[in-house]
């Protein structure tokens, strides 16, 4: 090499400036001597109190709900809202217990989470790549749009009686009623997710030599990730929303047909029973949804 | 060195009668006019001038996002018809890929090329290893400094071994410090490749440190108002920018692109008294205070 600049520091020059820069860098720190487990303990509560109190002062308000709830139908309060008939948290304590050994409320349960996974799963595998189309291709957007625009406001459960013409059992209308509640949410945010894409980034992969289909796999599609998560988050909760709504009115069993019937039966510990199920369930399959997000999205997590 | 390509008799820019105009409700509007600008096979060129001139529209036009409205923009003789890997580009928002590690970042341009996973695994870390970043090749961006980022920037650009290295303002998002230091990395690397950089920034010291010859450009719409070659000799340090030879250079060009700012900014005051907002000067032409 003739230049003098690399014959006057030979090695060193680059790396020298990557230390200088990088500070305490993993590369430079010495080898930590092991420490024990009293210490690592101490380290872990230190690095999570926030998270810790978080949890506690949950716990507590929890408690703290289930009391006022156990204390208003104790004392049957009337004060504007009507405790007399509400049931209270033992009774709903009692009637889980009963139900847990149930297999016609496990039915239930186990019916309503085939629907929203049907319909939730289509409404995915059908809105993402169609949202994601859309906002590459500017005629199938110009197409679609407009339709999905006039088809969005409207609920699902308005579809009710739609949904019991066009397909043939009522299962079918449920799932494809779970199917539209969730399906909008995803297909907007996808393609808000898309509109949103760096064009900065696109430049920098058309200039390493990436064609339109790896651009599409390797920028828009992780760069629209997050946001299609968000649609999938929303879309979940909807797609409850929209079971529930469909079990009560056109259903023969699901947790929200429980819920229901337990009402015309006048066996109000289960409505309560029913409405924990559906809120607990609801809980579970976003915080599943949340966890795959962080699984696909490695470079999120902190 | 010998692992790295060394293009010696390649990567010649030509952009020739180029002009530039972008369609708006009102007619064309002329970005860039009448430019002719080259860059010889390894030399390191500059451009400078006021904002808005149209110097980041002329590198676009080079790296092949931009058409010219007339003109041609070739390199080593080939007509320039959209962006390739043989053109690298560094750009000032680092532009990184939030979704891939370091490694995955500088490893992109090799993917597309259809190297296998263990070669260009192979390859970027050596790369990285020159950068100074082995020890990041596992992070995602987002945990680098601004430096840093553009360290692999520059990296991933080079990856592919491309004939020519465009960068649009590259430091400019950078502290003081950081920035001298990456004028140094980018020196050396360009020293090792032999390959020609064309370097758009604002900054004169920056322009005047790096090159070999700087392009001043006229305030909008931009062509080419003087061509100054920059004889310092190399290696250049730090106290090379307070010598006699420096500053008579920087004063020469400070004047340069001064004269053009204020024609720039004449324009928009003018245009601003129209509107009626001179009020808020005071009745003072802001010429007549500055």
Redesign the interface.
Known sequence: ?S????A?HPED??????????GS???VTPPAPPVSFGTLALRWYRLNRAGLRATAIGIISLLAFLLVWHLLTTYRVVFFVRFTNVPSPLAVYASFTKAMHDPKFLMHILLSCRRIFIGFSLAAIIGVPLGLIMGRFKLVHEIIFPVAEVLRPIPAIAWVPMAIMLWPTNEQSIVFITFLGSFFPILVNTLHGMSLV?P??V?????????ER?IFR??YF??S?PHIFTGLTVGMGVAWVSLIAAEMISGQYGIGYFTWEAYSLVQYADIALGMIAIGVLGLGSSLLIRGAGQLV???RST | ?SEMPANTSKGHIEVRNFSLAYETIEGPVQAVTDTQIHVKPGEFVSIVGPSGCGKSTLLNAV???LKPTTGVVTVDGERVN????E???V?Q?Y???????VRENVE??LK??GMPRSQRERAARTLLG???????EKH?P?KL?G??KQRVGIV??LA?GPKVLLLDEPFGALDAQ?RV?MQ??L??MW??LKISVLFVTHDIDEAIFLSDRVYCMTARPGSIKAEIPIPLE??RQQSMMMSSEFLALRRGLMSLIREESLKAMGGEISDLGMQGLNIELHGHSLVEIL
């Open positions: 090499m230049s003098p600049a690399l006057r020059s680059m790396p020298a400036t990557a230390v200088a820069e990088a860098a993993p590369a760096d900065v980034l430049r920098a992969a058309q200039c390493l030599g990436a064609r790896s390797e920028v992780p760069a990730l999205m490695p470079w | 060195m790296a092949g996002f959209g962006p390739s890997a053109r690298g580009m750009f928002q532009s990184l890929f939030p979704w891939k590690t992109f341009g597309m090329r020159l950068a100074g970043l082995e020890a990041f995602y987002e400094s430096g840093m991933r650009a592919t950081t230091i140094q990395i020196t050396n020293q090792r190399r290696p």
